[in-house]
Every structure is written in C-alpha cells, then in structure tokens.
C-alpha cells in the first residue's frame, strides 16, 4: 500500500502577498508546518526531512477565477476541524459554513466548508464512515 496519495497541490491565486498572510496561518494549522516559499511562489510542506513529502504551493495568476473546485484537507478528529475553523476565521477566510455534522455526505461527516481570499474554495472534514456504504 502507498504511503502516499498526492505529491502537492498547485494553486493559482490573484494576489500572492495576500494569499501568502492567509496560507502562513492556515497551513500549519493543517500540518503543513515549514515554509519554503520563494520570490516567484507561495510553498508550505509537511517538514519531512530527507525523503519526498507532500507540500502546497500556490503561484500568483492576475487573471484567475475561482471555479466550483475544492481541496479538501483531512483532520483526524472533530476537534482538529474546530481548531482549523478558528485558525481559518482569524486569517480572514470567507464564506465559511461550519464545523457542523453534515448528515448528507455520509454518517458522521464532520466538516468546515471555506473560501480563501481569492474564492477558491476549500475544506477541512473528518469522516467516520465509508463514502459509500458497503
């Protein structure tokens, strides 16, 4: 089995400073604790040493437009959700519904629904049961 299911993620944003004061908050509180950003791009990872690791990294695109797209992070309980959504509120998110159990998606479906300052669209959930029931 894959320790591994993604390399990274690659996000375009319209204004790369602001998206910067709002991934430099937001990020670590997901597990993406070292940042390696550069001039040209935005880039946190996990702060695995050595070895290949996931990170993301967002560059700057003047003409992007947020689409019906979303990320969606895991969290390991309800109450790592709770502390993003206070995390994600400080940094100015938008458009945040949640954390609340989301019946729909699945049973237990624990979720915070946001936007980032340019509207892409993001989440952070904690899933108990399977997508589908078997």
Known sequence: MKARFFDHIDLRVRDRARAQQFFSQVLPALGFTRDQSGDEWGAFDTGVVGKPTEFFGFTEDASHRPNETRIAFWAETPAE????????????GKNIEGPQIWPDYSPGYYALFFEDPDGNKMEVCCRRSAIVAD
């Open 81 to 92: 959700v709770d502390q993003v959504a206070k995390v994600v509120r400080q940094a100015g």
